[in-house]
């Protein structure tokens, strides 16, 4: 059989005049020769076809060579095949013509027919079902074959493999405990990115909608998944892979990637809501110092505003947000402050009167200034999706910036509001067209990242330092991320591991929890696992609510105190090797911590691991998560592995038991491993950070220690502002011999910052 006609070199299909699309044309775009763009076009003059995720226009690359037999298109690029058949059904074959990804028919969704008697029946007894939106603009339902698992979708609760699981992408300030049911299918952030991996093939979809949507991962059929979207167009990735790695690097190539940090905010971090003073925060400084734990920032929730106004400072408790600022970075501790988009609705102030005056607020459908109830009381909120906005909200940073608060951190920007959520029809006028708050509410906390980023950059010519609690795909490129507010209870701590490998696996990196839990009241046994699960998160911050136990390091006994400065101590160790991955993760986008599927994509035997993680691809931390445990089964992956706490080696690719009384985390250290670590310092101030020591971990435990064949290779800069981008680092490349004196050779193969150690010193352990 002969085809009928051939293309050669095309960049993309478009399939019209079709019932199946009403007032809309399908188009398939090769991106790449892995990345696919699968879109509707409306038949309107006016349709914009933008991205909040993506900063820069689409640029197509990829070519397509297309083919037409009967009612099927078939457009191959170099490494996949898609065949496009006239129900609009796509199949997606690898190069050897493997099936990796199929369309269906969605199956009878049985939650479908509830009806409203039976939803209120249940209301009644105080339940409140989460329904999702009955008017589906367009869904798409592929094949399970048995093999998938999927992972990713930001911090959703459940485990780490999403499989038999539902979602909803709508950003919610949810009070209640989060857990893994069904009532969580929405949280703070909504990052559309999935990746399913199979035993033969692995591949990312990414639904670029900002509309609510819903992801049914073989929920409602165990034989399909499907992805909906109520509004908008359909406009999804298909982005295909060799591995997980590459899936996470071609998507990150679309939404961008984690710039480098600033080196201090890899240290330890205290938070409360909230410290009440400038003398209660100095208070805490000096406890820092007098029970000898590191520390490099300490952030001021909500209570340091005049009247929870953003952008000023009570004058009675902190009379002086410099004078305290410069205090703390003369103990080598930066100040961080929240702000709010929520803006007091008062005469008089500054910042409400300029919102007013330039039309930077949303607005009602009537023409008037939308009003809801937050902090501050009568509040109204910045309209983010107009420029000038963003730069009127950045130009305002500068109120902190010129007292010297080195961070910030956005919080309440789902938006949430204490009177009822904002309606669907609240107008968001931007740089293009009017919007809909049901089109923005999900890309809000987004574009608040985004002007909070462009207004540090500006006013402090160092890199920002950004933390969201709300957040959309490629908001990355602009802010660190936390969970929430998440509660002192065990199942939290569980929940913590999985939700931040997810967030790595979708494009979000440098993210953390509350250690200790945020709400309720946490107990010395779970502080001390909680810095022991998290002594390798990338933002590392303790965070506790008004009304509850404290939980800075010294509120309970001697022997909590001693277990946290043990594991605050172990993170600082490693920063070095953090700040590694930072620069690993801003060229290529892989996450710092990672699944261990990540890394043993052929081991079935962690498909479904939650309760373990690795950072890099050197370190293993398998946490005690359980009240009362002091033992607890260990899987280690292939090859030779290091018990940090013994030094025993050990062989991998088997389970093992692990002895862990209260004050140890088994923590593992990959045989043939090179990591580069810090001496004993207090907090990252430059001084402190001139020394470093080059640890190799041999495979084997003989006196020849040195004879296997390794390398690393360490980054290193300033740690502070830009000049990295103009060459301003140094690379070195670390290796072991044993004819060697202590085995360790440097050589420096980029040499462009001038402020090298003074001194580096080998340890093999």
């Keep these: 059989m002969k085809d009928k006609h051939v293309k050669s070199d095309m960049p993309s299909v478009t399939i019209s005049n079709t019932e199946l699309i009403k007032d809309a044309s399908l188009k398939v775009e090769a991106v790449t020769d892995n990345i696919i763009r699968i879109h509707t076009i409306p038949n309107t003059p006016d349709y914009n076809d933008t991205s909040f995720a993506l ?46 990804c199929s369309d269906c028919e969605p199956a009878n969704d049985e939650l479908d027919e509830y009806t409203k008697a039976e939803i209120e029946q249940v209301k009644q007894e105080g339940h409140m079902p989460d329904t999702f939106d ?23 609760t459940g485990f780490l493999n999403k499989r038999g699981y539902e979602y909803i992408m709508w950003n919610s300030d949810n009070p209640e405990p989060h857990v893994e049911n069904a009532t969580f299918r929405a949280l703070y952030k909504s990052i559309p990115f999935f990746i399913v991996h199979r035993s033969k093939g692995t591949y990312g979809i990414f639904l670029d909608n900002t509309y609510k949507s819903h992801f049914d991962l073989g929920f409602s059929d165990a034989g399909s998944y499907s992805f909906s979207v109520t509004d908008g167009e359909l406009n999804y990735y298909f982005i295909y892979g060799e591995s997980i790695k590459e899936v996470i690097k071609s998507y990150t190539s679309l939404t961008g990637r984690s710039p480098l940090p600033q080196l201090w905010t890899l240290g330890y971090h205290q938070s409360r809501w909230s410290y009440m003073s400038a003398k209660e925060v100095l208070e805490l400084v000096d406890n820092f110092e007098n029970y000898d734990i590191p520390c490099d920032a300490i952030h001021l929730d909500i209570d340091y505003m005049d009247k929870f106004k953003v952008f000023t400072n009570d004058k009675e408790r902190f009379p002086s947000l410099k004078e305290l600022s410069d205090s703390l970075n ?214 506790s609510a008004k009304l509850t136990h404290r939980q800075e390091p010294w509120a309970f006994d001697e022997t909590t105190l001693n277990i946290y400065r043990k594991y605050v101590k172990l993170h600082y160790k490693f920063i070095p090797y953090l700040y590694d991955l930072c620069y690993e993760e801003s060229l290529t986008g892989l996450p710092i ?169 080998a340890v093999i352990k």
Excluded at 419 to 435: I, N, Q, S, Y
Excluded at 710 to 738: I, P, V
């Design 330 to 543: 003369n103990h080598g501790i930066k100040l961080v402050t929240i702000i709010d988009p929520g803006v007091k609705a008062e005469d008089g102030y500054n910042i409400y009167d300029e919102g007013i005056k330039y039309n930077h607020f949303a607005r009602s459908k009537d023409g008037t200034v939308y009003h809801n109830v937050v902090w501050p009381g009568d509040a109204v909120f910045p309209n983010f999706t107009s420029s000038n906005t963003r730069e009127w909200w950045g130009n305002n940073i500068k109120y902190l910036t010129d007292n010297n608060i080195s961070g910030i951190w956005n919080d309440m920007n789902e938006p949430a509001s204490f009177k009822g959520a904002l309606p669907d029809d609240v107008v968001f006028a931007g740089d293009d067209k009017e919007r809909l708050h049901k089109e923005i509410h999900n890309v809000y906390g987004h574009l608040m990242a985004k002007a909070t980023y462009e207004g540090l950059k500006k006013n402090s010519q160092k890199r920002p330092f950004v933390i969201t609690r709300a957040c959309y795909s490629g908001s990355q490129k602009y802010t660190t991320a936390w969970t929430g507010d998440n509660q002192s209870i065990w199942t939290h701590l569980k929940l913590a591991i999985p939700q931040l490998l997810n967030l790595g696996l979708s494009g979000m990196p440098f993210a953390g929890v509350d250690i200790g839990g945020f709400g309720s009241n946490t107990t010395p046994e779970l502080l001390s696992r909680w810095i022991e699960a998290c002594c390798f998160s990338p933002l590392f911050r303790n965070h």
């Design 55 to 100: 900063e820069d226009p689409l640029e197509v690359k990829g070519k397509f060579n297309i083919s037409q037999y009967n009612s099927t298109i078939t457009a191959s690029t170099n490494t996949i095949t898609l065949k496009i058949k006239t129900t609009l059904e796509i199949d997606i074959y690898d190069k050897d013509g493997y099936l990796l």
């Design 593 to 761: 911590l990672r699944p261990l599927i990540m890394e043993y994509e052929d081991d079935k035997n962690v498909i479904n691991c939650n309760d373990e993680y690795l950072v890099g691809s050197s370190i293993l931390v398998a946490p005690i998560t359980d009240q009362g445990a002091t033992v607890r089964s260990v899987y280690l992956p292939k090859g030779v592995w290091v018990d940090y706490n013994s030094g025993k080696r050990i062989n991998g690719n088997r389970y093992i038991l692990y002895k862990a009384p209260v004050d140890v985390c088994p923590i593992f250290i990959k045989g043939g491993s090179i990591l580069p670590v810090y001496p004993d310092i207090p907090n990252l101030a430059p001084e402190n950070t001139r020394k470093l020591i080059v640890e190799f971990y041999p495979s084997d435990d003989t006196d020849n220690k040195t004879n296997e064949s390794c390398y690393y290779m360490h980054y290193q800069d300033n740690g502070t502002d830009f000049k990295y981008q103009a060459e301003e680092y140094n690379l070195y490349k670390f290796s072991f011999s044993s004819n060697r004196p202590n085995g360790l050779k440097a050589e420096l193969t980029q040499n462009g910052y001038k402020n090298k150690y003074t001194n580096i010193s």
């Design 134 to 156: 009955d008017n589906i603009k367009y869904k798409v339902t592929k094949r399970i074959f048995g093999d998938e698992a999927f992972y990713g979708l930001g911090d959703k």
